[in-house]
């Protein structure tokens, strides 16, 4: 379907008096504290267009609207233009001349081409593997302008094909489904990128996020430049990422665990197409907690990469001390100089408070360690100053001079 015309704008929200701050700031979300009144036209339905005006009826802005949601209002523009397929080709090209800028071509074809809020796009993620885009919506009301810019991402960017998939990280609810191809034609499941240099294989229909995880991308490249020699677990390890870049990097041995079987299989099936030698890869099927705890191995490098442990904010204090047990526990099984890159992708959880986590950790299981550098998302994720939100991941790269002690069994952290 080809959509020539402007998507319809159907809501007005009246700002109350006083409440024009966080538009003032351009801040890309409106809660609905903020609203004095929402005027829905005839067949509005939510995750619609709205324009947001003040208290005296002049025009602030325009988004997609959620009436019953906390953020009742999401930003696109900030001027009374249309929202139509010119919108959508030329902030897709602004996402995309970027790419270009900082992802080298010659040895990554997986990257992150829209990050929702950071480039202006609020709801739109978009992934390029190759020859095929993995598109996610976050919202209903980018849900509801598919046409838009699906037509915008095809004028753009001329893929193969281009397939909506997992709805995990969705924030309101939007009709479900599995992975379906939206255009074009997918016939494969399979589909192997690269990035810097290193072949990573996965399955393009099923899977995790929308494939591969490619936040991690520019840190699993400094693993590789620090494991020469290395006894090295790569902890929550999906289809190999870190591990294969430590192997690569001259790692003398690799431990990879994570509780999903298939990802293990890719991650040996990746570690074997990289040339690596087979004897050197051991997996573990079994839960990264539980591992930690129980194993009698130390190693030289560990990483350790969660899933989101705090999805909302009821459940962060259980994460906190969730991150805490992992945490201690690795300063336990490290060994004096290891390296160890530590990671939360939970929103909930801060640089501060993830460092506060991690530091009482070490404090709490007598580890002597220093600090190397705050880690984050590489530059395909970018983060709008005018959204800090969209800062999800956060890393510490850490060295252990003095490994920590195991508590005794009655201290153990639940
Ligand atoms: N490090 C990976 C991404 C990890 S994402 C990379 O660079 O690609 C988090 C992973 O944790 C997922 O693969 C998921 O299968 C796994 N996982 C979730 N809960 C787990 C648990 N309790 N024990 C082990 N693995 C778990």
Known sequence: MTVETAAPVRYRLRLKKGRERSLELRHPWLFTGAIDEIQALPGATPGDLGDVVDSNGRFLARGTVQPDSQIV??????????????????????????????????????????????????????????????????????????????????????????????????????????????????????????????????????????????????????????????????????????????????????????????????????????????????????????????????????????PPLARTRTSLERALRAYKDLNLWAFVRARPGALIWTFTCSQQVSHDLFQKVVFGAARDAGASVQWLARLGAGPDHPVHLDHPQGEYLKGLWLRVLQPGRAPRPREKKP
């Open 73 to 306: 209002c999401r930003i696109f523009v900030w001027e009374d233009t249309p929202i139509d397929r010119d919108f959508f080709v030329a902030r897709l090209a602004a996402a995309r001349r970027w790419r270009g800028e900082c992802i080298s071509a010659d040895h990554t074809d997986a990257y992150r081409l829209v990050h929702s809020e950071g480039d202006e796009l609020p709801g739109l993620v978009v992934d390029r593997y190759g020859p095929l885009l993995a598109v996610q919506t976050l919202t209903a009301g980018m849900h509801r302008l598919q046409p838009l810019w699906l037509d915008a991402l095809e004028e753009t960017l001329a893929p193969e094909a281009i397939v909506e998939r997992g709805q995990e990280g969705r924030r309101e609810p939007v009709a479900d489904g599995p992975a379906v191809v939206l255009r074009g034609t997918w016939a494969h499941t399979l589909l192997e990128v690269r990035e810097h240099g290193l072949r990573y294989r996965f399955d393009a229909l099923g899977g995790q996020k929308t494939g591969l995880y490619l936040d991690q991308r520019e840190n699993r490249a400094l693993v590789r430049r620090h494991a020469a020699g290395a006894r090295v677990l790569d902890l929550f390890g999906y289809v190999g990422g870190f591990g294969i870049a430590a192997g690569a990097g001259g790692a003398s041995d690799v431990t990879v665990v994570d509780s999903s079987a298939p990802a293990l299989a890719f991650a040996r099936v990746n570690w074997e197409s990289n040339g690596l030698a087979p004897d050197l890869l051991r997996t573990h099927d079994v839960d990264g907690f539980e591992f930690l705890r129980r194993t009698e191995e130390t190693w030289d490098r560990i990483v350790i990469d969660p």
